[in-house]
Every structure is written in C-alpha cells, then in structure tokens.
C-alpha cells in the first residue's frame, strides 16, 4: 500500500498507515463538518480507511490511540507546519505542458550535474524562482538539476537533511505545485531534475513517526542517533514506506533520479538490502513510464556491490558519488591534512608501496589513482579509520561514478564554509574545473562554483526548540574541532545572517573575473559535449586509461603534474595538469596527433596566455606545462 493520504477523485480519499504496534487509529477531517473516522487495521499493521465527502485542500490528523492529535506523516503538503494537520492533496491535479510529454529521460552517462539548495539560490528561496536561471544553465551546459533536500522541515530555512516529512514538498519553497512547475519547465529546456532523498534518518524536530512504533532501532547506531529499521521485528511497512516514497518522487512528480544520502548508515543486514529493493521497483516503473530514471547513491564504503547489477550480486544502483577523487584533488590543491584529507597527503603515502619495487609513490599518485578508477583505497589501510578500506572497482565503467571538486558537503563541512576559489585562487580553480568536466566520469558542479562564486555556504537551521538549536551549534563546535582546533569563530547556524550570506550574487557572473570564470565552464562543457569519447562513458573501464607523471625540466625529479589518456577504440583524448603553484613541469605524453582544445591559461580565461602547443605531431611527444595549468587535447 502506498502510506498516507490518496485522493481518488470524486470527493473520494483513501488514507493508510502503518502502525502495528498500535490499539487504534483514526482520521480527523477538519473540513467544514469536521470528523472523525476509525480506520481499520488490515494485513500485519497497516490500518486503512476510504471516505466519501472530502476535497482536496481539506486539513487533517490522524488520531492514534485515543488521544494523540497528529499529523500524517506521510503527509504531501505541511502548509502550516510540521506540528499542524496535514492537507489532502489531488496529484492528477496538475497541468503538465504538451511539451513536458515528449520527455524521454536522461542517462546518467549523459549527465552534468548541477547541485542547488532552493532556499539560496535565488533571493526569493522558491521553486518558481529557479525557473527564470533555467536558460541560463542551459547555455552554460548543463543538462541535470540536482535539488538537496526538500522535504518539509522545521522552519524556513535548512539545508534539508532534517526533514521529518518525506512526502511533503517545503512549502516556504512552494509546495507540491512549485515543484512540478520547475520540474515541467526544466523538463521543456532539456534539463532532468533529480532529488536528494534521506532514507538513513529523519530530522529530530516535527518527527511524528517515533510514537507508531517499529520504525527505529537501537541495534545500530547512525551519527543521527538510532537507525531506521530495515531488518528487524514490524519491518516490512518501514521499508514499505521508503521504498513508495522513491516511487512517489519519480511518478507523481516525473523526476529523473535520486540521489540517496549517506547510504552507508542504511542498515539491512538480516534481509534482502533495501537499496536492491528500490532499484528492482524504479525498475518497473521505467518499463512502465518509458522514460530513463537513474538512482545515484553517496556512499564511503567503496564497495562496488552497491553499483554492481542485480543480476551480479549487486544492488543494482546506476552510480555513486566519488568523494575520493574531491579528496585527492582538493589536497593537492591546498596542501590540508586536517581530518579525512590526512588519508590524502603525505602520510598516507606508505601506504600505496609497489609489492615489486618498494618505492613509495609520488603525491601526485593518488590524484592519478582516482582519475584512472574513481576509488584511491582499494584495500590499503586508512589512517583515520585504522584499518584496510576499499575493494577494486575495475569492473565498473566511469558512467557509474560522480565526481567534482566542491559540493554542498565539502564546502558546507568547513567552519567557515569557504568554496575552494577562497581557499586557492583563480588559476588553482580553472585547473580543478578541467580536471573534473574533463575527466572520463560524470562530472558534479555546485551552484556558483561556474563564475567563481565567493559566498560561502554555511550551514543553517531554523528550529524552534530552543534546547534542540542549542544543541546543534554544540555540536558543530565539537564536529569541527578536528579541522580548526577550536581556533576559529563558527558562525551560528540558527542565525538568520548565516543563511542571508550564504545566498549566491547571481548577477556577479557577467562581470569582470567571474565572467571569464564562466566562460572556461561553458567551453570546456562545449568541448565536452563535441567530444565523442564522452557520449561512450558506459564502455570506458579502468584499462582504457593510462597515466604518467611530469617531472621538473632541470632535475628530472617527479612533480605533482600529471597527464591522462584514454583510448576507447582508437577515439583518444589526452588530459595534462600541473598542480605546482610555482614549477613548470615536462611530460613525455603519448605519441599521437594531438589538437588543443582547451588551455587554462588562454586569456579569454583570465589567464595570462596560451603556453601549450596548439599541435602535437607523431614524433613530438614532450610537453611544458606552467603552475596551475590544465589542458585538453583529442587526437
């Protein structure tokens, strides 16, 4: 059953819940003649009623035991709040445009995503106003929507992760209409739209689903406190619940795919996982929908059953984000140890010894790891977990991994939530860009980061238990403890300032810097697009890869610069970067005839001139590249 309230038309609705554990469930309607109707438990703990006389809009409340007046929570619309009645909804409602039907999909081969948060994209913090920037990202070259979460939580403001009601659309960003009119309007201008969904935990304010009973465990232990019973006693209408509610966004909304937080902290230990359970049921309704849907999973497990076919052991999952290759790069680029970065640096490098030679390999390796194979550990011990960590992806296809240099949990994470251009500087940004829209996976960007954005973005809240607000700025203090050692002043999350300076300066990205920040984006995008290797992403495997290091013009030494090709049946493209900030570095590449197609260091760019060759002929094979310098050729 699908959980919640359904209207079926003709002032007919039916509501369901699951709540074994209880004596006795009813439904309030607060329309003009309010009342009160007793559900009847059905099949091992779901309770079920249809009513006659209801319209869509009506409030209500489920009644659970007597006594208890609460919303639904499986609510789709918490206009009033999280601790108010819920408000019946009419899905078929909606008008989706003639053109929206045409609509076939995207694949996650195909896609550059952009990650935004609703409330801080735009001044006004709302659906609606994403639709007017549309235009805009599609010139940019941008093809996927990437929206953190948006079930309602406490409050106007949240990054979203502290949502209690996962069928309900915040309504201060517009509710159940303002989403479909940006995802109908995205869907006209080419862009799939895809959600951040948290199946691991659900916020500590407005969370009603704690008094029905069974939908925690104290067997596992999340950083949100207890888990969400998956596997245990009265488990099947939790799972139940999620896995509708994957459903749910994609049909009743017609969005492109998901993006499942933190997964690792979803515990489905003693049954079939719950991660192969959705997937199996996306599947049915892509058969049934004709349109391409992916699902897109945040993990640090490094383990490829996740993204491994179901018909292989899998889960089946169509990616993962890859936050070793943000790791890798972003210590190269700011030379930071502090916290998970250590296992990146220098220390780390013992590590990764060749079994024949003994050497330890250059810095620059890991960087060289991630660009060939997404994963950096695959079996070696990691300092800050104190043990081995990882398996080999090898037989996992780029298609499968997400990658990108700044994301809303690596900026946001930070004390002072600093993007990646504050903490380097402009070239340094231009060369993390390529690496990431060039490198054979499927690149990730977040909101700003194409024009240099220099707001920060915080991270912000808007409880209303003072207790409960107290608490999480204690605890970001303690988080953040290991990154800044108690030096720095973190601004308060609960602060409506913090959540004002993280709001982007959008019209910023046609002047000066910013502008030609842009047009590095949008050529290399282009380029990208024009590259054929690119569209073939599903068949480009680790062993198409091959990787070599540059070395200092005087001394021979190995620098921290590098160049990558692939070769994918003969359509070849050759990448080079120098992650020196003062040293030019020599590489031998691979012979070939090779065309420039993109140069960092163009002026258009902001930068202070083309240094690479334009060509590279058969016998010419060494290249300079200047500190900071990223560039792009196709044979």
């Not at 018909?311 to 790069?329: P, T």
């Not at 809240?461 to 403890?481: C, M, P, T």
């Not at 960092?600 to 202070?608: E, L």
Request: proline residues 6%.
């Amino acid at each position: 059953m699908q959980p919640g309230a359904t209207y079926l038309g003709d002032g007919r609705a039916r509501f369901t819940l699951w709540a074994p554990e209880r004596k006795n469930v009813a439904v309030r309607l607060l329309g003009p003649a309010e009342r009160l109707i007793p559900m009847e438990c059905r099949d091992h703990g779901w309770w079920w009623v249809e009513v006659d006389g209801v319209a869509a809009g009506e409030r209500y409340q489920l009644v659970i035991d007597g006594d208890k007046h609460r919303p639904d929570p499986a609510s789709q619309s918490q206009p009033d709040g999280p601790h108010e009645p819920s408000m019946l909804v009419d899905q078929c409602a909606f008008r989706w445009s003639p053109a929206e039907a045409k609509w076939a999909g995207l694949e996650l081969k195909d896609a550059v995503i952009y990650e935004i948060h609703v409330g801080s994209f735009t001044p006004e913090g709302t659906f609606d106003a994403i639709i007017p920037r549309l235009a805009s990202l599609q010139e940019l070259g941008v093809n996927c929507l990437e929206l953190m979460p948006v079930a309602h939580f406490p409050g106007e403001r949240n990054w979203g992760y502290d949502g209690v009601f996962p069928y309900a659309p915040h309504a201060a960003y517009g509710g159940v209409q303002g989403l479909k009119r940006l995802v109908d309007a995205a869907h006209v201008a080419g862009i799939a739209v895809i959600l951040d969904v948290v199946y691991n935990h659900l916020g500590p304010e407005g969370n009603y689903l704690w008094e029905l009973g069974s939908y925690f465990t104290d067997r596992y232990k999340t950083p949100w406190g207890p888990a969400v019973n998956f596997d245990g006693a009265h488990s099947d209408g939790v799972r139940a619940f999620f896995v509708e509610n994957a459903l749910y966004w994609l049909r009743d909304y017609r969005l492109d795919g998901l993006r499942l937080d933190a997964v690792h902290s979803i515990y489905s230990v003693h049954v079939r996982h719950l991660l192969a359970e959705i997937e199996e049921a996306v599947n049915g309704l892509i058969d049934d929908s004709g349109r391409s849907k992916f699902l897109v999973a945040e993990t640090d497990l490094n383990e490829p059953l996740i993204i491994t076919s179901q018909e292989g052991g899998g889960y089946g999952l169509d990616g993962q984000w890859c936050d070793e290759f943000h790791h890798a790069l972003h210590h190269l680029l700011t030379g930071e140890t502090n916290s998970y970065y250590r296992d990146f640096g220098p220390e780390a490098l013992p590590e990764f010894t060749g079994a024949e030679d003994g050497k330890i390999p250059p810095l620059i390796a890991l960087m060289a790891k991630s660009l060939r194979q997404a994963y950096v550990y695959d079996g070696q011990y990691m300092l800050s977990r104190q043990r081995k960590h990882g398996e080999s992806p090898e037989a996992h296809p780029g298609s499968q991994f997400c990658v990108f240099s700044q994301n809303h949990d690596h900026i946001g994470n930070r004390m002072r939530g600093e993007r990646l251009l504050t903490l380097t500087n402009f070239e340094a940004a231009k060369l993390a860009a390529g690496t990431v829209l060039m490198a054979p996976f499927v690149p990730l960007l977040f909101m700003g980061e194409e024009y240099g954005e220099e707001a920060p973005f915080l991270y912000f809240i808007n409880h209303s238990d003072r207790a409960l607000l107290e608490g999480v700025r204690k605890g970001r203090k303690k988080e953040f403890k290991e990154f800044y050692r108690g030096k720095a002043e973190m601004r308060d999350p609960g602060a409506v300032e913090t959540f004002e300076k993280s709001k982007l300066h959008w019209e910023s990205r046609s002047e000066g810097r910013h502008a030609q920040m842009l047009r590095f984006y949008r050529e290399c995008l282009q380029v990208r697009r024009e590259t054929p290797l690119f569209s073939r992403l599903d068949e480009v495997f680790p062993r198409h890869k091959e990787f070599g290091y540059g070395t200092h013009p005087d001394t021979g030494e190995t620098m921290r610069a590098l160049w990558l090709e692939v070769d994918l049946d003969g359509e070849r493209s050759l990448a080079v970067s120098n992650f020196e900030a003062e040293q030019p570095a020599r590489m031998e590449v691979p012979a070939g005839t090779w065309q420039l197609q993109v140069d960092s260091y163009d002026a258009s760019y902001g930068g202070p001139g083309n240094t690479l060759p334009q060509a590279l002929n058969a016998g010419e094979s060494s290249v300079t590249v200047a500190p900071l310098q990223f560039g792009f050729y196709r044979a």
